[in-house]
Structures are given as C-alpha cells and as structure tokens.
C-alpha cells in the first residue's frame, strides 16, 4: 500500500511525501438511527480506510489528487468555498477549510495530498465521515492547530450537516476519531460519555458483504427519518434516546401509525445496544448474535430503512451458522455485517453466486480487522 501510494504522490506531484496519515472506516455493530436523538450506538473502528500521503510545498496552496476520483485530477482548493456537486469529494475538504478559516485558524502551510482508499464508496462503512476526520487531523498536526479530538468530531459533523447537507448524527466521526483497536466503543451520543470493549477478533470474525446496490435516495431518506424523529422527541421531556419502553407506550397514543413504529426502533435500539455493550463485557457473543438480528428486524419492519439485498444477506448468514447478522449504517442498500465464530467461518462461493444470479450484482466481502483511530502514521503498511 505505501509503495503505490508513494508512486502515486510522485506521478502527480513530481516530489516524494514525508508524511503519512490513515484514517479507518466503521462498522456499527448495533445501536443503528439511534444517534441523533441521544441515544446508544456500539461502533468499532476497522483497517479498511484512507490513506493520506503528504509533500509540502513552498506556497500556500493546497492541492489534492484522489485514486478514487481519477477523472477529476489534481485539483487546488480555492476561496471562496462553496458547494458543488461537480467537485465531488473536494466538497469536503473545501467545507473543512471553510469552518476552519471561519474560527480563524491559520491554514499557512501548503500541501500537496494524495489519497488512496481501502474503503469501498456508499457503503455505509463511513468512507465520508474518514474523509473529513482524515483532513482535519492532517490540517491540524501539520498547522499546529491544537484542535483536541472532540473539536475534530465537531467540526467533522458540521461539515457533514450545513456543507454537505446531510443531517446525520455524532457516530461516524466520533469512533473514526476516538476508536481504539479491537475495541467497540459505547457512546452515549447526548452527553458524548464512551466506553471501550474488547471485541475478539481472536475467536469471532465480522464479515462485511457490501450488497453494491445503487443508494441513490439514501440522502433524503435519511433526512426524512431525522425529521420523524425530531418531530417525536417534543412529547417527552427527556431526550428520545433515553426513553424507556414503558414512557414509550404512555405517549404512544400521541403519534400516528407511522412515528409509533419509527419510535419504537429507537426505543428498544437503545435498550439492545446496552445489553449488546453488556454482553461483550462478559463475552457472550450468542447473546450478541441474537441482538443484531433483533436489531436487524427492528430496522427492516420499524424503522423501514433495510432493503430486499440486506435481509437476503442475513438470512443466508444465519442459515450458514452466523451468531448474528444485521445491516449496518444507514442501510437502503450499502453493507451487512455476520458474527461468526471461528469454528463455522465458510467459503463464500456459493452465495456470491447465488445474489449474483437474483440480484443480478455482485457481492463484496470483506473480513474486518480492528484499527485505531485516524492518525500520522510512519513505517511500512
Ligand atoms: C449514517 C450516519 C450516522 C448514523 C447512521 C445510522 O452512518 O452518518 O450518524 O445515523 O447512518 O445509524
């Protein structure tokens, strides 16, 4: 990876980089659409993600070339910033800066970055949430901004929300920038209070298959469960997230047939994602196993946001032994995640063929591996 990275800076570049950063992807193991109404998410940080290889250069400029976006060359930052969808990824670099410059931090060195991702695109692994955390902690090691890790999470999430346009919550950014490997991390996304757990990669594996479909609308869905959502929070007078099943059924009668259901996923989510934490604490993944799958059901019949490709997935998952199996993100497509024990890990083959040959896409797999937060790195990768 560092070699093609290195060619990669000097074919566009013309110098060689002195500086490396990674920045990992997400998996959310349960606690899904919980985390913006200050509710329970359990994360856990993961290998594959971006790299950044750094050169700096005698002018201010900042110039950014990404592996992924090819056509769109090597491409200067340029004021004043504003939103462009022809810009693709630069809109959340460009968005970054603005914030930045906006509370009077002092961008003064200048850059070349080249990017290069092990993170598959819409996902649902977070590969923008990586993106911004990446930048940001490059920005702020490089300029010395002294920005503390919560103040990356911030700003990473209003870029997200007022640049971007996409009102999610707190989770991507804060275990993109907070994990810790092989560690999931409980976050209680009102008063942003964590705890990590061991996950063991030892003896269970989480395998990701990314179901390829085209998300298309995922943005305005998503937007549009978040306005459900805050239009539910206003008949309790705790957050939503902190709701328990017995207030739920008390106000219950207040919502129409739709919001109920919406709301009862977020309630007995949250009651699931600290069970699931409590689980991990005293290894009881079976237990965990049959969490997700609630999970996974409440997201698909509650909350309405899976798709026909995931609850095939974890169907399959389940029957070929899987402890547990849910989507994971926003969900409408992107990815699933199956907890299996080491003893019933199985070849795949078959399956790919078999979504192939219904769906008629092809289907991605990956093992997770646990990975810290995003940082400078040195040495080999
Ligand atoms: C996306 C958002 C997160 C979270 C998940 C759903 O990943 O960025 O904030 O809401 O969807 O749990």
Request: glycine share 8%.
């Amino acid at each position: 990876m560092k070699t093609e990275l290195i060619k990669i800076h000097e074919r566009n570049f013309n110098t060689s980089p002195s500086l490396f950063f990674f920045s990992p992807g997400r998996v959310n193991l349960i606690g899904e659409h919980t985390d913006y109404s200050g509710g329970y998410v359990l994360p856990i940080s993961i290998s594959l993600g971006i790299y950044a290889a750094v050169s700096l250069r005698e002018d201010k400029g900042i110039y950014v070339y990404s592996d992924d976006f090819r056509s769109l060359g090597v491409i200067q930052t340029k004021e004043p910033y504003r939103y462009n969808q022809s810009q693709g990824y630069m809109n959340y670099i460009e968005g970054i800066l603005s914030v930045l410059k906006r509370d009077g931090y002092c961008i003064g060195k200048g850059l070349n970055i080249s990017l290069l991702s092990t993170l598959p695109k819409s996902a649902g692994l977070s590969s923008s949430a990586a993106l911004e955390v990446l930048i940001l902690t490059l920005l702020n090691d490089l300029n010395d901004l002294k920005l503390s890790k919560k103040q990356i999470v911030t700003y990473a999430k209003e870029v997200e929300n007022t640049y971007i346009g996409v009102s999610s919550g707190v989770m991507d950014q804060f275990i993109i920038t907070f994990g810790q490997e092989n560690q999931a991390l409980l976050l209680d996304t009102e008063t942003l209070d964590y705890n990590l757990i061991p996950f063991d990669f030892e003896n269970y594996q989480l395998v990701l298959m990314n179901t390829n479909k085209a998300r298309d609308l995922v943005d305005s869905a998503y937007n549009e469960r978040f306005n459900s959502i805050e239009k539910a929070k206003q008949y309790f007078d705790k957050p939503l997230g902190k709701v328990s099943l017995p207030l739920y059924k008390a106000n219950v009668h207040q919502f129409n047939d739709l919001l109920q259901k919406r709301v009862l996923h977020v309630v007995t989510e949250n009651a699931r994602t600290k069970a699931a934490y409590e689980a991990l604490k005293v290894h009881d993944y079976d237990l965990l196993g049959r969490l997700m799958v609630e999970s996974h059901r409440s997201l698909r019949d509650d909350f309405e946001v899976s798709c026909k490709e995931l609850d095939y997935l974890v169907d399959k998952n389940l029957s070929y032994g899987a402890a547990g199996a849910r989507m994971t993100g926003a969900g409408f497509g992107g990815t699933m995640v199956a907890l299996y024990s080491n003893e019933t890990l199985l070849n795949f083959d078959a399956l790919k063929k078999a979504y192939k040959a219904k769906f008629d896409l092809e289907l991605d797999i990956y093992i997770a591996q646990g990975a810290a937060g995003a940082k400078s790195i040195e040495g080999e990768f």
